[in-house]
């Protein structure tokens, strides 16, 4: 097989690993968020717990956009 043509097919073999991944991320964010915002809380840092919370719900909702739901 042609050197160039392997290299296109693994690129495009590539493209849905990669959408997967990013929806992957879109999932786990919200979750990420709120491990941050509990442990900011633990240390009395209401201020970054409050960040994390706001970061965390805007990531919710993307996710369930781009997934669909909203």
């Known amino acids: 097989m042609n050197k160039f043509f392997l290299q296109v097919f693994l690129f495009l073999a590539f493209i849905p690993l ?3 991944i990013g ?3 879109l ?3 919200p979750i990420f968020c709120c491990f941050l915002a509990i442990n900011s ?3 009395n840092n ?3 717990m409050y960040i994390w919370m706001s970061f965390g719900g805007l990531s919710f909702f993307l ?3 781009m997934l669909g739901v909203l």
């Open 18 to 20: 990669a959408i997967l």
């Open 23 to 25: 929806y992957g991320v």
């Open 27 to 29: 999932v786990i964010a």
């Open 41 to 43: 809380y633990k240390f």
């Open 46 to 48: 209401y201020k970054e």
């Open 63 to 65: 996710a369930m956009y």
